[in-house]
């Protein structure tokens, strides 16, 4: 079992087995032992993860009487990258085939490393002095575009 801390300063248990599959089956509609599916979905859209890691704590959200919103409220940045960790290692943990829980690891190994890369690429881009360049010169163009408009409808009578 993982753990992670909310915003809110509670630590929540994050333990993959047959009933949280069945729960967030049950809530959420989500299969997630269609690995290659929902994985790629967790992995981007934050929302659905926190919804799939309510599902799976919800007994322990039960027993401190929070609610789904109470617990979306105190899930924002670390929250959410500190839960996610946890969710995919015990979801690469629930498989029962060793070679399965290898196979997984790989593949969550891969797509964190192509994320790096791809935000290692976004920071070069904004930190290049040629888009600064290119900001320059569009908004010149936006500028210039600005001073040759017409004057504003409040200033041309009405017909």
Not at 20 to 37: N, P, T
Not at 46 to 73: G, H, M, R, T
């Amino acid at each position: 079992m993982k753990t992670f801390q909310d915003n809110a300063g509670r630590t929540w248990t994050v333990a993959i087995n047959v009933d949280a599959v069945k729960r967030v089956r049950d809530l959420l509609k989500e299969d997630l032992l269609d690995v290659e599916h929902v994985l790629q979905r967790l992995m981007v859209d934050p929302i659905l993860l926190c919804d799939v890691i309510y599902c799976v704590c919800k007994p322990q959200a039960d027993a401190e009487n929070i609610s789904d919103v109470q617990f979306a409220q105190a899930m924002a940045g670390d929250a959410i990258a500190h839960a996610k960790t946890a969710l995919v290692e015990e979801l690469v943990n629930f498989s029962p085939d060793p070679r399965d829980r290898e196979n997984l690891g790989l593949a969550v190994a891969k797509f964190n490393m192509m994320a790096g890369r791809a935000r290692e690429l976004i920071k070069a881009r904004l930190d290049s002095p040629r888009l600064s360049q290119e900001i320059e010169a569009a908004l010149s163009a936006v500028g210039v575009s600005f001073t040759n408009l017409p004057e504003s409808s409040e200033s041309t009578p009405d017909r």
